[in-house]
């Protein structure tokens, strides 16, 4: 019998993982402390969640537009990488995120 890796005792569904591609949430924050609780998909690219919190901290005046990328403290890998779902970069359901600037901020 195959090895399917699904964790024993696990809420896969609340986990944000498997049986097909339930919404869960997760928070993203600025290193400004500022957060926001987004609704996400195990199917939905890095990328793509990315471009959303920055968009709405830049409108709400708690960014400055630019380059930046997520991070889960929790995995200590650094950057997720945008091409990968959220499913595939290890992102479960109230996981922090968090947005790093991806190019030296200069001050002026």
Do not use: C, W
């Not at 630019?66 to 889960?72: K, P, Q």
């Amino acid at each position: 019998m195959p090895n399917t890796n699904v964790p024993q005792g696990q809420n896969v569904e609340q986990a944000g993982h498997g049986g097909g591609n339930h919404p869960f949430h997760v928070i993203v924050r600025t290193l400004a402390g500022h957060q926001v609780r987004e609704t996400v998909k195990p199917d939905d690219k890095v990328a793509d969640l990315t471009r959303k919190a920055v968009k709405y901290f830049v409108n709400k005046g708690e960014l400055v537009d630019g380059e930046y990328a997520l991070t889960l403290p929790r995995g200590g890998e650094g950057e997720l990488d945008p091409t990968s779902t959220l499913q595939h970069a290890g992102v479960r359901e109230d996981n922090v995120l968090v947005l790093i600037n991806r190019k030296p901020q200069v001050d002026g």
